[in-house]
């Protein structure tokens, strides 16, 4: 298992439409997640930056992003959710919430 994490701007003029949102996130977008081998996915709001985190249980992290890209309930979802954010990339990055390093973890006493 593997843990990742990132971040994204959420716009304050549509705060309130990205938390209704994320109330009642479509059951397929889920099932997507889940297919794509992550776990305990949690996304956390500070002022106005929305901070992700997940579990990734496959071998194929590259693949498995891929396929929730691919996915059509995920694009529509999106079409939704991405007018809500301001992503903090660099201009020309690939990336639209910005990984952000795990500096430092407590591990279980048994692993």
């Not at 994320?22 to 059951?27: C, E, L, Q, S």
């Not at 071998?59 to 999106?78: G, K, S, Y």
């Not at 201009?91 to 430092?104: F, I, L, R, T």
Request: aromatic share 12%.
């Amino acid at each position: 298992m593997r843990r990742h994490a990132m971040v994204i701007r959420l716009r304050p003029e549509h705060r309130e439409t990205y938390l209704r949102l994320h109330a009642a996130v479509w059951p397929a977008v889920e099932e997507t997640l889940r297919q794509a081998n992550m776990r305990n996915f949690s996304i956390f709001l500070h002022d106005d930056l929305l901070f992700g985190y997940y579990e990734y249980v496959g071998d194929d992290h590259a693949a498995d992003q891929a396929r929730i890209a691919a996915d059509p309930q995920t694009q529509e979802w999106w079409k939704l959710t991405e007018p809500c954010q301001e992503s903090l990339a660099p201009q020309g990055s690939d990336d639209w919430w910005v990984p952000v390093p795990e500096v430092w973890h407590l591990a279980d006493k048994d692993g």
